[in-house]
């Protein structure tokens, strides 16, 4: 092990294990994981090549090889459990990217959501065994985010009893399904449904693509890959064109809405009930976030810690680059969000099974909350962790920008999380959409609880119109739960001003719409203030969960330099609004160069304790052990431009142009 | 009549000459059907005038119209593919250069880059050769340069190491004169001493500048350059003693082969040091003839080039695809009767897009205005006249870190506001941003850059406080002048429009500037008289000195904007929609970083909502201009190579159709013979 590290890990303040089994749940779910991680690891079926050295077709091909080993293997370790599953799947195939992926995430789960029982009966158990592999497809080449704008049929005919599918303009080609383009054979198909005449909105449709047995698109159904991307590199994301293709009545997925055989149409229920699947969708993904930075901040401060650059003082030896306060400064916030989006995510899955059973019961009180919460807690991790992971490839200099650091792929895999399932301002738009709501709720004189409870506080809400008296002073700077209130103020505010401001643009404008649009930037700030205290408040709550002294003193610096960098980063939100002083901004920036230094012995073992294995980093910086430089040489030799000692180029271009004159 | 059409409109030029350009989108010709300003005088403009649009698209057309040059398949290759493209399309062009007489440095070569869009290999050849110019003696420069223009050798320059980068004393190879044979020995003692990373170095170069750390009778002397043979000039095999290769697959730049090198006691003879400010004598006597900066010349150069010839570039190209699919793209409806709206017409994506249109403007004058402050005092410098230097290395350092900072977040906004397509290589937006994000470590890391304009500015300071009032501000650097100008407690401005003066928000810049220059200077002297070291108070302080230096930075785009509008006042039209981007630009600025305006109350709480006001309203006013602001940059269809970008707006009939060209769809499907059907048959099997 390079001595750097050793040192490091020899003089940390607490052991990472415990911290480990926090983060994974309890002891015995770190024991479970590692076991299931070392069946991957041990076993010689799952050789791991690197994909970096491969062209799109080859790590299309070693990703759809891994699928069906995967397949296999988990039926010969008899894992059935989503969360070994996952523990399964987060070694195996690192960033997700899986070609049969949306098989489980998307197919299998609409199917269940929304399919009634005789449709699980005919399909569920031949895509659960892969006999059909199915994808969901709802992106067109015109249309993302804004559901209502998808131009894709399904006209009913009774003749027949059959639904004729139609893409008709380019606009409405299918974009964007992954392992639409080479993988499936199956897809959902998302489409306006149109029976007696009249469209009656999008509906799901189950559509078989290509022959089972020799995998040939049917006739009326053009597939294909949609081409080279920034990341996704091993995934077919495919494009999907329909020419008058029939499917039986039975494939559209009729649990709530219904077409009976002479096309009547029956209305579901609820329509907030289809957006299930996406709250589930975007609740992953905040975990997902914070697993890519917890990554990207192991790799970057791992070789922080092993990098010599420079002098702090002259005569003595190049330092560590960790221990120049730039670099401490860039890299501990991050990590500091890493363990605060860990806690966001844990929260939310919770939450997403508790309303879940909630709805199961028939209880859709709290489904706008969870769905406001889900849309605007997605942008906010996803835009914050795209920004991070890009800031510690950074952190790394120069490596970082070779495929050897691993941070590029992290990037370009993480980076499309900020448009797909959900564009992240139209996201955050739909939070400020329920921010104003219960605004407008409050100020008609009803109360509004759950996470915006503070907006019944509002000093205008009251008789007095007393502003600053009102407001606590004093923020106690070295106390999460007084900075929890100071972010809670800053929101309120944030959401007072934008409600408004779209108060006054609706007065002076003829249409709502308009005055909303005139309104978004504010809007969008609100909903990113709500957000923020949000995160602070649910990591400031989970230290009072911890018991072992020595973990919680660490995540307690974590912490506080997490919401006082906020604080400094947000300055003028805090003195705008008189939560904060002049002298008070100086000490939060005081103070969070003292926590850097406090955070500095545990920067290793902190990384150490997301217990990731080198496989799943895919780093050669980032490695447990430190030996960064050698194996870095070693890397190199692999370029597929070194396999012959000169070059070709040479001989074809160079040699002639020399001997020219 | 196809005569007037190609006049009324550069739809002839510029386009690709595919089925869909023969149409304009309605959506974006109504864009363009009443312009507010003549679009082609803005283009002359920035090209420098009349003569230089001229010249750039007489290169234009012939790089478009030459098959060699064909961008077509670009984001199909492979590493090693595009490598080869990029040598072959290099010697192509160089032959035609030569066919053509172009001038060897001449515009025609800038232009020719432009147009081919960077895909070019060998461009360390070009540094390799102005180093020569920079650090060689006459007789170096007339010895080496005809053997690089006339590529008897390629070259490439060979400064960063595995284990050692911006930190330049740090490097570890070693050159030792050995006076019996009147040689230097080069030698990498260490592996993290191996030179890691120079371009072109990898397969191509036959020679590498090496930068080493010269070691006379026993005695280092720091850093000096080398010209080190490395391959054959018969058979391109590496001399004895050489290890050479390619680093494998990075970020982006496939098209370059960047390079390891091992030096194992190679020996070059006396006069291959480079010898303008040092030289060696035969006997081993060391003699220096420059300062220790002079040295730093060429990066100097390398980075005042990089911002305006690169970086700049990358972003511009962004902004025009970004801002031409967003009036193409309709999503949602902003009136419940209307069609779908364009989303340029969303208040977010304006801010989202205009911001960085602004950025692209405001380091186009500042690049020119560095080009020509370089130009002026490089032959003093090469005179061995160093009274500019360090305000010189200040300016490019900081200009460099903060273009490249700036140019890559701009790049990647625009690339995201794209939505989903965005992320398709065909959209041509995630190669501007691997591009462009390589740039803030190369040439220098950005944090290291900020440091040392923070460095120039603690010394700037301390020569305003050493001497109060006297005359001896005439030896303050030009852009730190305004250090000593007496500057006022609070901003005067009452109302939003307050804020759409120039001399205001430059002097509210300059006020915040100084105040953090100050502030960290009183911490660094706080610290040093409670005991700390020089050293040790300054790693303590660095984080504000970052953020100084940042607030400096930002001041000098500023001004230099609002300076560059200055000299368009002949041009009302044009003057009026720069100024809305200089405007937007500045109070951008504030907004972002209202706590350092508010903190000493220079801004009060109610200016920054009249700050906002102002900076929404801007929004609204860029609106009408953008298609054209993009358009004045006059890219052809060609060199922005984006299935979202052209400039006829036909952006989903060109993406369904370069997606179907993909090798995955004309290729076959190997992956499901192999594996997938015998996993879809597994379960058959056992039922």
Partial sequence: MNPDLRRERASASFNPELLTHILDGSPENTQRRREIENLILKDPDFQHEDMNFLSRSQRYEVAVRKSATMVKKMRDFDIADPDEIMWFKKLHMINFVEPVGLNYSMFITTLLNQGTTAQQEKWLQRSQELQIIGTYAQTEMGHGTHLRGLETTATYDPETQEFILNSPTVTSIKWWPGGLG?????????????????????????????????????????????????????????????????????????????????????KPVSNKLTYGTMVFVRSFLVGEAARSLSKACTIAIRYSAVRHQSEIKPGEPEPQILDFQTQQYKLFPLLATAYAFRFVGEYIKETYHRINEEIGQGDLSELPELHALTAGLKAFTSWTTNAAIEACRMACGGHGYSHCSGLPNLYVNFTPTCTFEGENTVMMLQTARFLMKSYDQVHSGKLVCGMVSYLNDLPSQRIQPQQVAVWPAVVDISSPESLTEAYKLRAARLVEIAAKNLQTEVIHRKSKEVAWNLTSVDLVRASEAHCHYVVVKLFSEKLLKIQEKS??????????????????????????????????????????????????????ALVDAFDFKDVSLGSVLGRYDGNVYENLFEWAKKSPLNKTEVHESYYKHLKPLQSKL | MQRQASMGSPLHRVSLGDPWSRHMHPDIASERCTPSFNVERLTNILDGGIE???????????????????????????????FEAAIRKKVHLQKLAWKLGWPEDGEEFKYAYRAVSGELALNIHTIFKKSIRSLGSEEQIAKWTPLCERFQITATYAQTELGHGTYLQGLETEATYDAATQEFVLHSPTITATKWWPGDLGRAATHALVQAQLICSGVRQGMHAFIVPIRSLQDHSPLPGVTVGDIGPKMDFEQTDNGFLQLDHVRVPRENMLSRFAQVLPDGTYIKLGTAQSNYLSMVVARVELIGGEINFLLKKACVIATRYSVIRRQSRLRPSDPEAKILDYQTQQQKLFVPLAWAYAFHFLANELLDFLNSSHDDILNRDFSLLPELHALSAGMKAMGSDFCAQGTEICRRACGGHGYSKLSGLPSLVTKVTGSCTYEGENTVLYLQVARFLVKSYQQVQGAPGSTL??????????????????????KAADFLQPELYTKAWAHVATRLIKSSMHRLQTLMQSGADWQEAWNQTTVVHVQAAKAHCFYVTVRTFTGALENLEQEPEIWRALKCLCDLHALHGILTHSGDFLH??????????????????????????????????????????????????NVYERLFHWAQKSPTNTQGNPAYEKYLRPLLQSWSSKL
Wanted: aromatic share 10%; glycine share 8%.
């Fill in chain 2, 600 to 649: 000493d109350g220079f801004l009060s709480g109610a200016q920054i909502e009249e700050v906002r006001t102002a900076y929404l309203d801007l929004l609204l006013l860029i609106r009408k201009d953008a298609i054209l602001l993009t358009d004045a940059f006059d890219f052809t269809d060609h060199c922005l190579n984006s299935a979202l970008g052209c400039y006829d707006g």
């Fill in chain 2, 52 to 82: 230089k649009t001229a010249l750039r698209r007489h290169v234009e057309n012939i790089i478009s119209g030459d098959p060699e040059f064909s961008l077509k398949n670009i984001y199909f290759l492979s590493q090693n593919e595009h």
């Fill in chain 1, 182 to 266: 080479k993988t499936s054979n199956y897809a959902i198909v998302l489409a306006q449904l149109i029976t007696k005449g009249k469209c009656y909105g999008l509906h799901a449709f189950i559509t078989p693509l290509r022959e089972i047995g020799t995998h040939k698109p049917f006739p009326g159904i053009t597939v294909g890959d949609i081409g080279p991307k920034f990341g996704y590199d091993e995934m077919d994301n495919g494009y999907l064109k329909l020419d008058n293709y029939r499917i039986p009545r039975e494939n559209m997925l009729m649990k709530y809405a219904q077409v009976k055989p002479d096309g009547t149409y029956v």
């Fill in chain 2, 473 to 494: 501000h005439s030896a303050l650097a030009r852009s730190v002048a305004y250090l000593a100008e007496p500057g006022l407690a609070r901003c005067p401005a009452q």
């Fill in chain 1, 551 to 604: 973990i919680q003193a660490v995540l307690r610096s974590l912490c506080l330099l997490y919401s006082l960098y906020g604080i400094s980063q947000h300055a003028g939100d805090f003195l705008q609004g008189s939560i904060m002083t002049e002298s008070q901004v100086i000490q939060v920036n005081q103070r969070i160069k003292e926590l850097l230094t406090v955070i500095r012995p545990d920067a290793i």
